[in-house]
T-cell receptor, first 115, second 115 residues
Framework: GAGVSQSPSNKVTEKGKDVELRCDPI?????LYWYRQRLGQGLEFLIY????????KSGLPSDRFSAERTGESVSTLTIQRTQQEDSAVYLC?????????????FGSGTQLSVL | AQSVTQPDIHITVSEGASLELRCNYS??????LFWYVQSPGQGLQLLLK??????LVQGIKGFEAEFKRSQSSFNLRKPSVHWSDAAEYFC?????????????FGPGTSLSVIP
């Protein structure tokens, strides 16, 4: 596709349920990032994938959060046993090879609401 | 580890007035620095970036930023603000000893423009 695609755009779930968020990066981009943005706050780094290297999971807030990436394409962020504090916009971004001098291309995000 | 602070949570300026948004970073070496803008209902867009060379960088939409190593700052400026500049502004830093690294975002500054 032309840009980073995220689905669903909105997700409402009940506390304790599991959710899966999907990100399709720009074709050919080997680097993929997940960020969380709580209402009125900045972006919080969650996890970073680059090619076949082991992902940088240093930003995941708890073991309820996990992410996978299939090769250099689709990534899925899974939140188990959701809590109300998980409510936020989850943003995905990709770049060509993950160099810091590259531009990050962001998706439009998934708005997650935990009731 | 690198970090970014944006001291001003919210700023209000009149249309046509000048603007300066503050950003301070923490990192032992020369970082890569970015400013992103997030307009209502839109994704994040790169305004400008600094890697090396001239410490005054020009970006899109008439924005500029100046890197000051002695102050660990990378403040964003615009000489005359337009109503369409109302948005959330994020300073970000990329750092690391390898070419592949993650970008850390500051908490953001919300800009309101009075007609």
């Amino acid at each position: 596709g032309a840009g980073v695609s995220q689905s669903p755009s909105n997700k409402v779930t009940e506390k304790g349920k599991d959710v899966e968020l999907r990100c399709d990066p720009i074709s050919g981009h080997t680097a993929l990032y997940w960020y969380r943005q709580r209402l009125g706050q900045g972006l919080e780094f969650l996890i970073y994938f680059q090619g076949n290297s082991a992902p940088d999971k240093s930003g995941l807030p708890s073991d309820r959060f996990s992410a996978e990436r299939t090769g250099e394409s689709v990534s899925t962020l899974t939140i188990q046993r959701t809590q109300q504090e998980d409510s936020a916009v989850y943003l995905c971004a990709s770049s060509l090879v993950g160099r810091v001098d590259e531009k990050l291309f962001f998706g439009s995000g998934t708005q997650l609401s935990v009731l | 580890a690198q970090s970014v602070t944006q001291p001003d949570i919210h700023i209000t300026v009149s249309e046509g007035a000048s603007l300066e948004l503050r950003c301070n970073y923490s990192y032992g070496a020369t970082p890569y620095l970015f400013w992103y803008v997030q307009s209502p209902g839109q994704g994040l867009q790169l305004l400008l970036k600094y890697f090396s060379g001239d410490t005054l960088v020009q970006g899109i939409k008439g924005f500029e930023a100046e890197f000051k190593r002695s102050q660990s700052s990378f403040n964003l400026r615009k000489p005359s603000v337009h109503w369409s500049d109302a948005a959330e502004y994020f300073c970000a830093v990329g750092a690391g000893k390898t070419s592949y690294d993650k970008v850390i975002f500051g908490p953001g500054t919300s800009l309101s423009v009075i007609p």
